[in-house]
């Protein structure tokens, strides 16, 4: 996943960061209003690698991770071997690196650097934290005026990278999607859309190595069944583990029944049942990583299915945010912000 803008790197050497504010993860950054059974997110390292001296990690694995080649789009699970670099074993689930792709922009200068979800648990893809994966997405689109056909630099230069290829690498960034420092305390719902399940592939994988209890679903959504990411390995996740369960929204491919198709915030009606207690819980947390207009849907679709009790563990509404149906993109992080319960990365 292309990483959100607020991820931005910042321009200082590398620096330890104690995340109780994270503990508030609004839009905006804003500190929390204290709901019960807020996490307790780690101290992480960010910009122990900077632009100005990148290192230089190896491809080792390039595979498609959508369910064959009928996809609508190119998405490929990228894994970096940065063994010998400083951000070998610096990074944790949920950060992202930066890219920094050769040559130079139209003006002629050097490309600026790309942000990337980990898609790794803290240990790496090689549980030493040597390497590191992402899930990166083709853009592909047509100029407005020209027709010309317009290819994103930085994703389309990870997707042609091969294996032993290097790569010129910063980061880690991010300090504020992350897993709590006591995992075991919580249960955790997963919304995601397209590459947004690259942080979650991560943390999943984490959750489920370290063998919590806690109750884990993973809301997946895209447009097409063959647009699934990484689904094999879900399912197989999910049989082995009975307290990860994994659900998926097709948008526009209904399947022999329809069960399957909508948005991920339609899970929130069809499986009720299952989301429901969870949602109710004090130890639940919610993260959801994705299209923006997911958060919208998904705070919106909390208001209007489910009563205030719940909807009050997941956003503080102020009362000039008016009813439900007038939630907007501007009114989440504003009068409907999130509490540090729910844990948002969307672009
Ligand atoms: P659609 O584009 O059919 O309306 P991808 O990143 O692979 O394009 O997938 C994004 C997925 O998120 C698609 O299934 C897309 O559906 C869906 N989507 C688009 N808008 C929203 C929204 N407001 N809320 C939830 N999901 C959305």
Request: aromatic content about 6%; some cysteine; charged content about 20%.
């Amino acid at each position: 996943m292309k990483a959100d803008a607020t991820m931005q790197p910042h321009a200082g050497p590398s620096s330890t960061t104690s995340d109780q504010s994270a503990m508030s993860n609004q839009p905006g950054g804003k500190t929390g209003d204290g709901v019960p059974g807020e996490p307790v997110l780690p101290e992480v390292l960010v910009n122990v690698v900077t632009p100005a001296q990148p290192v230089v990690g190896r491809v080792i694995e390039s595979t498609l991770c959508t369910r064959g080649r009928k996809a609508s789009g190119f998405v490929r699970h990228v894994a970096i071997d940065v063994s010998g670099t400083r951000l070998a074993g610096s990074f944790r689930a949920g950060q992202a690196f930066g890219v920094v792709p050769p040559g130079v922009d139209e003006r002629g200068k050097p490309h600026k650097l790309r942000l990337y979800s980990i898609a790794s648990p803290t240990s790496g893809e090689d549980g030493q934290g040597q390497v590191i994966a992402t899930t990166v997405k083709r853009t592909l689109d047509e100029h407005w005026e020209t027709h010309r056909l317009l290819t994103g630099v930085a994703s389309n230069y990870l997707c042609d990278l091969s294996v032993g290829d290097d790569v010129q690498l910063t980061g880690p960034s991010g300090k504020r999607f992350l897993l709590p420092v006591a995992p075991e305390q919580h249960d955790y719902v997963f919304f995601a859309t397209g590459t947004g399940i690259a942080p979650f592939r991560g943390m999943i994988k984490e959750l489920l190595a370290a063998g919590v209890a806690s109750r884990i679903v993973l809301v997946m959504g895209v447009p097409y069944t063959t647009d699934l990411l990484y689904d094999e390995d879900l399912q197989r996740w999910a049989q082995e583990h009975p307290n990860f369960t994994y659900l998926t929204a097709i948008s526009r491919d209904p399947g022999p029944d329809g069960a399957g198709s909508g948005y991920v915030q339609d899970r929130l009606v069809t499986h009720r049942e299952q989301l429901e207690p969870m949602l109710r819980s004090e130890r639940t947390l919610v993260y959801v990583c994705g299209i923006a207009g997911m958060e919208v849907g998904l705070i919106r679709g909390l208001a209007e299915h489910y009563d205030d009790e719940v909807v009050s563990q997941f956003v503080r509404v102020s009362p000039e945010a008016g009813p439900w149906s007038q939630w907007d993109r501007r009114a989440i992080g504003r009068s409907v912000r999130a509490t540090g319960r729910l844990l948002l990365e969307v672009y």
